[in-house]
């Protein structure tokens, strides 16, 4: 999983070199890439070239902070070396370079070299001009109370709304470049009085020893960095919200941001934090513990619904009450196929409508989402393929599904629904039982940065239910949760609390 990096060798000095063998290596290099530009320019009787990739840089900054005072050094009457151009020009803290594989890198992330022929080294500066989109809106996290916007593209952005949720100078953003092919810049987010040594240091191991050629996002990187990949929890909480994202910080976990990706992940998580909402915070502590509730209900819901429609008409008629018996029976005298083919056919047509709705303009989907399920739901009670009932046991599950906060947790969640399907066409109940029994000794081998994945049931963890399954009023939530071994455990006195509410009744 993790491949340890060798110790690469330090690079040989191509300097002092011939302008215009320079220029030949490095179109080489580049293999005739017409993106690359040469500026040639005779200053203080020296040839000069500046280089650089066009479109990574900013022209306009390169032709008023370097290419101008370059052109009329001649006025300063100093000599042209390496020294004097950096203490006349010293704009974006210039630095030289002499390994040929450290300038093609440089050029890679928008640095401008400048090479004064027969000198030993190159001098370069940092123009890079970063695209990136302004501040929007959350659209795969949404939430009705609390902060709105979400990560961009931009790594300097996204550090930046860190550094704001997060006023202390004990948050930490450590730097890792991951990639050998297309180096990418990497940070890791903890706070230092907070974190457990031991989860900073498993994670410092994994980044050093990721040998990859690229990555391409935050949720590739999370990939290879989980305990597991052969299986379909995910182990690393992803998120696209920075204050659920500041929020883990403050709870002791760490987190990490990736250039050009639009979210981040923390860790270690739990099964449960996965329906954990920041949104819970910002409602009163009574309704914020039913919406908790009701994600964990909505995930027994979604999973074992649909199953066990299909066990009880396979195998177990007995539970189910006769008058509900007699409905079922009436619904389905013109459906010719047995419940896990009509089940199936439902879920796999939910799946495909989903799916649609999802590539599609969002408001072309969100119509076709609604249009669609009806017109084929009626379409297919009508031709007989289907069940009124369970249409409403399937589009119950899917709405049950839909109220996870996490994305990648409701997928999982409807991809467990197949095999459970299967199980229960073939052994009813009893293949339901051994379908979820499976799943509980999955869960309780799992593990998210060498933690326990079913914290705070297995180790049993009773002081974290409040703050895991429910939640209680702030001045009675004086403690972080235990399950992630944070440094400091109190989160404030509860003394102090209990004596401005004594003042404010």
């Known amino acids: 999983m993790w491949k340890k990096q060798k110790p690469k060798n330090k690079g040989i000095s191509i300097f002092p070199i011939k302008i215009n063998t320079l220029e030949k290596i490095l179109i080489d290099k580049f293999e005739g890439n017409p993106d690359l530009k040469f500026s040639r320019y005779t200053v203080s009787n020296r040839n000069v070239v500046v280089f650089f990739i066009d479109y990574q840089i900013d022209m306009a900054s390169i032709q008023q902070s370097l290419l101008q005072p370059l052109v009329e050094f001649d006025k300063n009457g100093k000599k042209l070396t390496n020294e004097t151009l950096m203490n006349t020009i010293p704009v974006n803290s210039p630095s030289t370079s002499v390994d040929i594989e450290e300038i093609l890198n440089g050029l890679l992330i928008g640095k401008v070299y400048i090479y004064i022929e027969d000198e030993k080294t190159a001098v370069d500066y940092i123009f890079a001009k970063k695209e990136s989109r302004s501040l929007e809106k959350a659209e795969t996290e949404s939430i009705v109370l609390g902060p709105q916007i979400s990560f961009t593209e931009s790594l300097s952005k996204n550090m930046n709304i860190v550094r704001w949720l997060i006023k202390s100078p004990d948050l930490v953003l450590e730097e890792y470049k991951i990639g050998k092919v297309s180096p990418k810049d990497v940070r890791l987010v903890y706070m230092k009085s907070l974190a457990n ?38 182990q ?12 883990n910080i403050t709870k002791g976990k760490l987190g990490v941001l990736v250039e050009n990706s639009p979210s981040g992940f923390t860790a270690p998580a739990t099964l449960f934090s996965f329906l954990e909402s920041t949104e819970d915070l910002y409602m009163r502590w009574q309704a914020g513990s039913f919406l908790r509730i009701l994600r964990f209900v909505a995930m ?25 018996l007699i409905s079922i029976g009436q619904s389905r005298v013109s459906v010719p196929f047995p419940p896990i083919f009509e089940a199936l056919l439902l ?48 589009a119950m599950s899917a709405l049950a599904s839909f109220t996870t906060p996490s994305y990648l947790f409701g ?95």
């Not at 989860?199 to 999370?222: G, H, P, S």
């Not at 074992?304 to 509900?324: G, H, K, R, S």
């Not at 989903?354 to 590539?359: F, I, K, L």
């Open 411 to 505: 997928t999982t969640i409807r991809l467990i629904r197949f095999p459970l399907i299967i199980l229960a066409a073939f052994f009813g109940l009893i293949g339901i039982v051994f379908g979820i029994t499976f799943l509980i000794i999955h869960t309780l081998r799992l593990k998210s940065l060498g933690r326990p994945y079913l914290v705070p049931l297995y180790p049993l963890q009773i002081k974290d239910f409040n703050k895991v399954f429910f939640r209680t009023p702030f001045n009675h939530s004086s403690k972080r949760a235990r399950s992630y071994r944070p440094k400091f455990i109190k989160r404030f006195s509860s003394k102090d609390a209990d004596q401005i509410r004594d003042i404010d009744e």
């Open 236 to 247: 690393f909480d992803i998120t696209e919200r920075p204050d659920r994202f500041a929020y």
């Open 347 to 394: 879920e796999f047509l939910l799946e495909l409508l989903r799916e649609a709705g999802a590539r599609l303009p969002t408001k072309v989907g969100q119509t076709m989402g609604i249009v669609g399920g009806i017109v084929i739901g009626q379409a297919a009670v009508e031709a007989g393929l289907t069940s009124n009932i369970l249409i409403i046991f399937v």
């Open 197 to 234: 040594d031991d989860d900073v240091q498993t994670m410092r191991q994994r980044l050093k020893e990721l040998d990859v050629d690229e990555v391409e996002d935050a949720i590739v990187l999370k990939q290879y960095l989980e305990d597991s990949q052969n299986n379909l929890f995910p």
């Open 300 to 324: 027994f819901i979604s999973i074992l619904l649909t199953p066990t429609y299909v066990a009880a008409l396979t195998y177990q008629y007995a539970i189910i009450p006769t008058q509900i």
